[in-house]
């Protein structure tokens, strides 16, 4: 059942390790909190303690150890629902709702959708809630940047970018890490010309000298300075001298250049 004019979630960010970031999703009305990956207990247990939440799902975006480590001893305090994708099972921890591209499932009685963004592993999913205008995309989309491609293949990334380019511009973008500062200076190097890159990469810069996190960021921030999401630019393909190539050839070559940057 949709919810009409409701309240939507409430998101908070939550720091964990040096710089992974897992967040909460909470319902007001229904009193369902999900969390989005569990790289540390500590941080996400005081902050479900502090909010007087109770844990009613996890959503595990991939497999890596920094996603999924603290799951074990997150549950022990705040038993919930753990869903991950169905095509990684295999190697996530124990799901109660294995999920694929196109599923649904609902928190606070709000839809939320999957896709599949494979690319930095094969098997990473995305939690889109429209109603509340959040994507959760871990190590795929990242604030300014991109998830380095540890199993997939640069046209499997930019399928994946492709679909999330299409979700509105007032999405809110809940990425897996503290990476911005460094992916301005790499993104300045494509496009030195482009102002509201310029103008992002010193907002940024002035919120990591006052310690602030630059994640959640908007969709449409990303859209307009990104350069990962901008490969199909001719802007862009004409900045790095790539007029003639395929979309995912010069998002290709934008990802190689971020490797040895
Ligand atoms: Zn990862
Ligand atoms: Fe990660």
Known sequence: ?????????????????????????????????????????APVLAVLKDRGWTLSHVL???????????????????????????ADAHRLPDLDLAVSEGDTFTIGGEEVQVLDVSGHTVGHIAFHIPASKVVFTADSLMALGCGRLFEGTPEQMWASLSKLITLPGDTLVCSGHEYTQSNARFALTIEPGNAALQARAADIGTAREKGEATVPSMLQLEKDTNPFLRAGKASVKQAIGMEDLADAAVFAEIRKRKDNF
């Open 60 to 86: 595990l975006t991939h497999h890596h150890w920094d996603h999924v480590d603290a799951l074990s001893e997150i549950l022990a305090a705040q038993p919930a629902k753990v869903i991950g994708a169905a």
């Open 1 to 41: 059942m949709k919810k009409q004019n409701a309240m939507p979630l409430e998101i908070v960010t939550i720091p964990c390790l040096s710089d992974n970031y897992a967040f909460l999703a909470h319902d007001a009305a229904s009193g369902e909190t999900a969390l989005v990956d569990a790289p540390e207990a």
